[in-house]
Structures are given as C-alpha cells and as structure tokens.
DNA sequence: AATGAATGAGAGTTCATTCAT
DNA sequence: GATGAATGAACTCTCATTCAT
C-alpha cells in the first residue's frame, strides 16, 4: 500500500509543505532550498510554516523518512505472496518497484536520493533507522532467495544490495520519466543485474 | 599517467587551492564549503584567492574537470595495450582503475562525483565537456569489445556504461579506503556485473 | 492587608495571566518572556490572551503597578499605628516590610524591581505614577521622623529615601530567600543603614 | 589610571564598535539594541561587526569587562597610598571614585550596571571574574579597615560591601549628571552609608 | 472565550565578493 | 600577490499581533 499523500483539495497545510518541499529538495537539492522558497512555493510567508514544523531540519527528515518508506513499502508489497516464483522473476519483481518508486511514485523517494549526501549528519541521523529498515528488507530477501538456490551463493547479500541499490539509485541523475519508459529500463537493469555484461555462454574467471 | 600534481614545496598557489578544496568539496560539499574555510586551509586570507580564480565556481569547475579528466586518464591508462587479452579481464581492468581513482587517487575524483548533484546548473554546465568524454572513452571501450564478441550484443553500450558507472560511483557512499581493500571491492563488483547474480549455470528468460 | 489575589481554584483568567506573568518575568526577564511562554504556562494559546489584555505592554504595565502598590500596602501597613514607638523600630518595621515584599510576598514586586530597567519608555511611564505614590509614602514617613527628631535633619528626605530604596531592591540581585532568611536580611540592613559604617563611638566629619 | 579609550579621530573599528555599544546599551539595554542598530551607530553594515566580533555576545562581554575593570582600576588608584588616612575618608574616596566611574567615566560602567540583569547566563559568567575581582577588592579593603578599628566589627565585610555597590549602583537609575553634580552626590551618600540615618547623638539598639 | 493559522517585521549570523592599501 | 575591512543579500528562526472559525 503506498504513502497516503491527500489530494491538492483539502490537503493539509502540513501535508502541502511536505509535497512542496520534496519538489523542491529532489529539483534543487538541500541548501539550495531555503525556507523563504518553500513557502512561497506553499502560498504561504515563511513564519508560518513554523507554525507547522519547528524547523527546516524537520521537514527535511519527513521528507527523507516518507521517502525511504514509500520505497521499501512498494517492494516489500511486489514480492510479497511470490515465493513460488522464480528467483529472477522474483529480483524482478523488486527491481521494478524500486525504480517505479524512485521515478513515478512521488518527490519523495527521489528527493531522498538526492539529497541524502548533502545533509549535516544530525538529519542524516534520523532518517537512518528507516533506511536500515530497507537495507534489512533486501539482504532477508536476497538471502532467502540463496538458501533456494535462486542466486549464486559465492558472493555477500549485503554486496549484492550494495551494487544493486546503487545502481538503481544513480539512474536519478540522468534517467528522464517523461522521455523513457520505467518499465524498459527496470527490463533492461533487471536483465544486466542478473545475467551480467557477458555473452550468456560465457563464465568469466 | 596520472595528473601531474606537483609536490606541496613548491606547489603553484593556484594548485594548492585547487587541492585543497577538492579536500573539502570531497568531505563536506560544495555549499558548506566557504571560500573563507578554502582561504583558511590554505594559510591565506579569503580575499586573496580571488587573485588566482575570478569566482568560487571557477574553483568547483577546475575541480569537477580535474576529476574527471583523472578518472578518465586512469582508466585509458588501464585498458591501453590490453586489445589481446580477453573481454573480461580487460572490464576488470578498467573497473579497478576507476575504483582505485576514486577512493585512492586523489580527492578531486571523489569530489567530482560527491558534489556534482549539488551544484547549481551553471557549474555543472562547465564539466559536462568533461564527463562526455569519459563517457566516450566507455562507450567506445565497450563497443569495441561487443564487435569481437567479448559481451553481449543484445544490450546497447550506454546502457550497460550507465549501469556500470553508476554502481562503481555509489560506492562513494559507504566505502572506507581504511578498512577495506579497494582491489578486494574492485574484485566483487567486476565479478557481479561480469557475471550477474544468478548462479553460473542459469540463465533468467 | 496584601493584594487581594484569588485561589487558583476560581481564580479569574484575567489573574491568573498577570500572576503567571510576574513569575516568569521575574525568573527570565522582560524581553525573554514572550507571548507564548505566557500562554503556555497558563495552559491556553497565545491568541486567547488577546481577550484579556490588548497587548503584552497592557500585561507588563498591570504587573508593574501591582507590584509597587503591593510594597506600598505593605510598608503602609507595617507603619500605621505605629507613631508612639521609637524612629529607629519604625523604620525597621518599613525595611522589614520592603524586603518581605521583594522575597517572599509575590512575583508582582520583584518582577517590577527586575524588569522595569528592560522596558521601553512608554510602558514605564504607565508605572510611574504608581512609583511615585510609594515614593511620597516614603518621604511624608521620614519627613514624620525628622519633624519628631528621630533621624537626623542635615539630610533631604529625598536623599535618604534614594539610598534606602535603591540598597533595599539591589538585593533581589543576589539574595536567595532559600538560602538565608529575609529577617536576617533585613535585621542587617536596618543596623547598617540606622547606624552607619563607622564604630558606634566616632562620628565621621 | 583609567582605561585607555583612543580619540575618535584614529580611533580603531573594534574600539569605535565598543564605545557605541556601550553607549547604546546603556541607553536602551541588551535586548533593545541590535546589531543593525550598532552598525548603524557606527556607519558600517550589520554584516561587517562581524569582521571585528564573532558574535554579538562578544561585544557585550567585552563592554562589560571594560565596565567593571574601569570601576575597579578607578576605585584601586582611589585608596592606594591612602592607608595612613583616616577610615572614614578612605571610603569617601573609594565611594567618590566608584560614583566618578559610573557616571562621568564613560558608557562602560554605566552600561554594566544597567544591562547585567538582562543577560543570558554564558554572558554573565564571562564577566563574573571581573566582577569577583571588584568584590575582593572591596572585601580587602574593608577588612583592613576593621581590623585597623576604622569602621565597626559588628558586621561582616561582605554585607557591608552588597549594600554599599547596591546603593551606589541604583543611582543609575535616577541621578542625571548633567543636571547634578556628582561630587556633592557622592558626598552625601559617603555621609549617610559613614554615619547612618539616625541623629550623631543616638545609637539604635 | 478560545483556538490555530497566518502574517510581517526583525532578530543574529553567514557568505561570495570587492577594493584600497 | 596578498591583506583586511567592508558590503549587501540571503539565511534560519522568533515574535507580537490579527482574525476567521
């Protein structure tokens, strides 16, 4: 079940800002997002929006926690009831929520990406806990799918997410939903990620 | 041959600042990172350095270009001389090159790569020249090896670069030189991205 | 008789913002004190002060003046009927009256000695009435006591009563009522200021 | 000898900076004045005190420093070569030189008086030293006095000396010096503090 | 009576940049 | 080449106050 952002109607004030905010933060990065730019993006002057949040790292750490749930939210529900699948379906399966998230969901999972590497570490922080949340989501994943088998068993499940997520993460700073399709790229990540770069008769040593 | 970057004795004023703000960019930022703290680090005043760079983004520029011009002079250097060796060994090669330029080289790479998602449009204008050709030096490198049949054919060259640079790039995030080995991660990720996660005896549909 | 201040119990509003007011401008100072702070340790929100007072200068100038004539009432007391008993136990009496005011009667009197120094012109001025009542309280007393002969004569009223007052208030700034006792106190002071500095057998020139 | 204040004419920033504020704050107190207004005062930009202080705190700790090493150093140089004077007109002297400083001197003292009680704590325990110093000063001074049978016995130093500073102090609130002279307000408060409010033939019991 | 959202001014502070010396 | 003083704009945040509900 996604994030349950309200609609534009009636949304909540505090609702808006978070919205307008992970806008912002994704398109512009932390710093260069100050609270005067939010709150005109809001309709609002910036005193208000402390009547909503305490401060900027407030919103930022909303922005950061909504996004990294959203993601882990998304792929935990694509490989629930899948265990009877193959393992590559099943990698997948996963794939392509991760990126859906990142790239159609919403501001905030791409926001969270984005600005993560610019916070002061405080904020980091606190965003750390529903990061590690995601990061344990996948190595329970992958490891299952070892103990069956699925995947090659010669390598650490936390490298494999390492690279994965990585890889997957980095599409944000070129990949253009409105150009390209998710799902071609999720198609394509999914292939190289589970076959590798070489020739499919091919074992390199 | 890597960057010629002359001894701190009789360092050139303008390539101190240069080193010592990659230093900074790599471990704070660009926009923590004040001209006053660049000044300070370098035993100078803030208004002096404005004889050796016109703007604060001069200096990211020149720092973003040195980077990536180091990574993509390490990794030609890798690859050149190796067209007789077999397809895998030679991916080994450049991933290697590129890893060990960007957590052993120098922090102009880091750098480039930490801060480049912070930068505002203008700067990052300035080192795309730059990143092109990088990009080139791949793109050509993996369609040579796609005509003498080292990887596959059945996935565009960008892709595979995107995929590829984009993973070794993330590392940048949770990798500490000091505690491990940069060989031992080299060696990982050719090995996943060579030969994908699922076992060497299947192939996903 | 003191100020007639309600129980908390069926305090009226009104009260219970002025008395919650004096405790905390007393504690933090008049600039320290916002709207706010005031709301909140009186359990309501900011705004609904507004129904009770036009603004926090209002809140300010009721504090003052129930302050002074708080001190006013109480020396008054302490002097009435006392015209039969000797110069020197009257003004004990005043002093002792004075320095219960300021530490152990209310908020009301030590806020006004503690912040009417921090207050822009016009609320002090709103003050001024009621200081000077106190004032004359003072001077027709001592003027009573060099008419009878029970303090000396070669020294204005004015004079005497400045001194007084002002060594009497500088207390707030260091006696702590928990510490010692404000009969001690004021014991002490009363010899001080009766009988001087100098040995009791030797009279300065 | 009293603190070396430059002449406005080549007066340095940081000490035109200094004398302002002290002047504002002892006009207007700490909370009033700000830093725009100092800039103001100064004819330079809020921005460039920063060149000079770290901080607006700074300069009011330095103000009051000033303020209380100039009533020390000014009441020291008062009773020094004055241990063959009689007591009584060694504390006219001290009480003279500490009513001088504070108002003829210069804003310092003033100021110091004025906004000591409006300070957060980290500013007060920065001038606490100073302040401690002053105290011991008197401390010392007045024990000498006991012990050499100058004033009387019956009392500790430190009473004594709380309620001369206060009384001395509170005169800042009313006394104008413009329009009364401070010698002749000197000496009546050395008078009363000397010899007490009764008539020179009684002594109360 | 009371609330909560909003405002606009102003607080202290930082910063890239300029320039006379 | 280098400095130190200065600037002006922008920053996050606080505050007294207003007002529709």
Redesign the interface.
């Known amino acids: 079940m996604p994030l349950a952002i309200p609609h534009p109607d009636d949304e909540p004030t505090r609702h808006r800002i978070l919205r307008v905010s992970a806008g912002l933060f994704r398109q512009s ?4 997002v100050s609270m005067r730019r939010i709150a005109d993006a809001c309709g609002m002057t910036a005193g208000s929006i402390y009547h909503h949040f305490p401060s900027k790292d407030d919103i930022v750490a909303a922005v950061l926690n909504l996004g990294t749930d959203a993601v882990g939210e998304a792929v935990s529900a694509a490989i629930s009831d899948t265990t009877n699948e193959p ?2 379906l099943r ?1 997948r399966r996963a794939i392509h929520a991760h990126l859906r998230a990142l790239h159609e969901h919403s501001d905030f999972t791409s926001a969270n990406v ?1 600005i ?3 916070l ?1 570490d405080p904020v980091r922080t606190r965003n750390l806990e529903s990061r590690r949340r995601y990061e344990k989501l996948w190595d329970r994943f992958l490891s299952d799918l070892k103990i069956r ?5 010669d ?1 650490p499940v936390e ?2 997410r ?6 997957l ?3 944000l ?2 990949f253009d939903p409105h150009k390209g399709a998710v799902e071609a790229l999720a198609n ?2 999914s ?10 008769d ?4």
């Not at 990065?29 to 260069?32: D, V």
């Not at 088998?149 to 068993?153: A, K, N, V």
């Not at 292939?191 to 499919?200: A, E, I, K, Q, R």
Request: aromatic share 10%; glycine share 12%.
């Open positions: 990065g932390y710093p260069a393992a590559a990698i984005r993560f590497g610019q002061p088998g699925g995947i090659r068993t390598m490298a494999m390492l690279l994965l997520i990585g890889a993460n980095a599409t700073e070129w394509r990540y292939d190289l990620l589970l076959n590798g770069f070489l020739p499919s091919r074992v390199s040593t």
